[in-house]
């Protein structure tokens, strides 16, 4: 019914810049909170990134001063800016969104698949 479709990963050298977005599209009533979050190889899946519909933000502390959530309500996208990208930012980045489908149904929360990101030199 939902689905969520992440672009913009790839391979950045260290101290490089992505940007990251994510479409939900589908049946949709409302979307509330959106977030970002990753997964490296051999490690537990982490919160990066949410913002709410009004704007504000939360951030992981390993991410704070180089990474920027923002979102385009009307288009039901958010994105996320990475600067002063370092190795252990590579990961696979999912998106994720608390989305209401019809006016009677709880929120209820989609996931992208996911895109790479490599910060290697």
């Known amino acids: 019914q939902v689905q969520l479709v992440e672009s913009g990963g790839g391979l950045v050298q260290p101290g490089g810049s992505l940007r990251l977005s994510c479409t939900a599209s589908g049946i949709i009533f409302s979307i509330d909170v959106m977030g970002w979050y990753r997964q490296a190889p051999g490690k537990q899946r982490e919160l990066v990134a949410t913002?709410?519909?009004?704007?504000?933000?939360t951030y992981a502390d390993s991410v704070k001063g180089r990474f920027t959530i923002s979102r385009d309500n009307a288009k039901n996208t958010v994105y996320l800016q990475m600067n002063s990208l370092k190795p252990e930012d590579t990961a696979v980045y999912c998106c994720n969104a608390a989305v209401k489908t019809l006016p009677i149904r709880p929120l209820r929360p989609y996931w992208g698949q996911g895109t790479q990101v490599t910060v290697s030199s």
């Open positions: 913002i709410t519909v009004g704007g504000g933000t």
